[in-house]
């Protein structure tokens, strides 16, 4: 590839966040190791860019995984020899982290499917993308490098449509779309924050397409994938997703909800247990045969009780 003309930016930071090659500390170890070369020579992930510059990118072969295939039951919604899509069940950890060894999406994966792309690493073979553990539904996994790198790039490019569906507390007036900056808190280095002058952009869309009495069923568009987006903007915007733990949904306080119904939100939160939020709906291209491909997962049986509840609960209000 050629950088594009006037482009100054670090090499690490152009390879990741703009061409979507690999995560930032894949591009770095891919160039420290020399498999990918400026104009034919090894340079530092510091390398300062001008544009015009040839970039060849060398993918080597999978390391053989560190990790314990296991033998855990897997949704699977699509599947080729290219690519597979898996509905995750809420609770699950996509990859080991923090303490998590087992058990994880990318363990049952190693399990089910012995040939995944490796330019994820030990760590997320296959895994494009990801979700957090409390967040159930649709994600693609890759099964070779090829397929792997263009999915990759039309994250980047903004051609994977993915639509979830948040339950959260309040009910917004209007459709909107929230643009930001998100990066790390300041304040707490373990969660993600709305800032102003540092991090990445972040776009989210959403519409209401049920109100309840203290809570709003909406559909959300993700513009750009950065990490905890739609839990961080929906919290920013007064709407923090219902059962949150992290971003003020198990806290949420209104002055305008009476005690009785203050009483019902405590028990709909211990029914839901998770932050309310599902990816319902995941389209794009096939990188392989160029066909538009397009799938849906219903809401689990934990939301979908959560919202039957929340139904019941405003019908019984407007019998009053």
């Not at 060894?101 to 895994?127: H, Q, W």
């Not at 903007?233 to 059962?243: E, K, N, Q, R």
């Not at 491909?293 to 407007?318: N, W, Y």
């Amino acid at each position: 590839m050629t950088v594009e003309s006037g482009t100054r930016e670090r090499i690490d930071r152009y390879l990741s966040e703009d061409k979507g090659i690999a995560t930032r500390a894949q591009v770095q170890r891919l160039l420290r190791s020399g498999h990918i070369l400026v104009d034919g020579r090894q340079v530092k992930p510091s390398y300062r860019t001008h544009g015009g510059e040839h970039v060849a990118v060398t993918i080597p072969d999978p390391e053989p995984a560190r990790m314990a295939a296991q033998s855990i039951p897997l949704d699977i919604v699509y599947e080729d020899r290219y690519l597979l899509v898996v509905d995750k069940p809420p609770g699950m950890v996509v990859h080991p982290g923090s303490g998590v060894r087992e058990g994880t999406l990318a363990n049952a994966l190693l399990g089910y499917c012995k040939d995944l792309s490796g330019i994820g690493g030990v760590i997320r073979p296959g895994i494009v993308h990801r979700l957090d553990k409390g967040t159930s539904g649709l994600l693609v996994v890759a099964k070779d490098d090829r397929t792997h790198l263009a999915l990759s790039e039309a994250l980047k490019a903004r051609e994977v449509k993915r639509t979830y569906e948040a339950v959260v507390w309040g009910v917004p007036r209007d459709a909107r779309t929230i643009e930001t900056l998100i990066g790390r808190s300041f304040r707490d280095r373990k969660k993600m924050a709305v800032l102003t002058r540092t991090g990445r952009t972040a776009i989210t869309s959403f519409k209401v397409i049920e109100e309840f009495d203290f809570a709003g069923r909406l559909e959300v568009r993700l513009e750009t994938g950065r990490t905890h987006q739609i839990r961080v903007h929906l919290a920013h915007v007064g709407h923090p997703v219902f059962g949150d733990p992290t971003y003020g949904g198990r806290r949420r306080k209104y002055g305008s909800l009476s005690s009785l119904k203050m009483e019902e939100a405590r028990g709909l939160l211990e029914l839901i247990g998770r932050q309310a939020l599902h990816a319902a709906r995941l389209s794009f291209v096939h990188p392989k045969t160029g066909r538009g491909m397009d799938f849906q997962a219903p809401v689990p049986q934990d939301m979908e009780r959560l919202l039957s509840a929340l139904r019941q609960g405003s019908a019984k209000g407007g019998e009053k």
